[in-house]
């Protein structure tokens, strides 16, 4: 008997958490189809101005 191993147990797997991103996939990919060079930030920026309550910083 090995002294300070644990049985190995397999963990539940945990379900899939839904993505803040797919709500706003057309419009983010319109925007850099017009502009292919629409940094991040800029993006981030134009989302937060068109749906302010979707993405509101956290306090």
């Known amino acids: ?17 839904p993505s803040m991103y797919e709500p706003f996939e057309a419009q983010i990919k319109a925007w850099l189809e017009e502009d ?6 800029s993006v981030l920026q134009r989302l937060t101005r068109s749906t302010p309550r979707a993405l509101r910083k956290r306090t």
């Open 1 to 17: 008997m090995l002294v300070g191993r644990r049985p190995y147990r397999r963990t539940k797997p945990y379900p899939k958490r």
């Open 36 to 41: 292919p060079a629409l940094s991040a930030a």
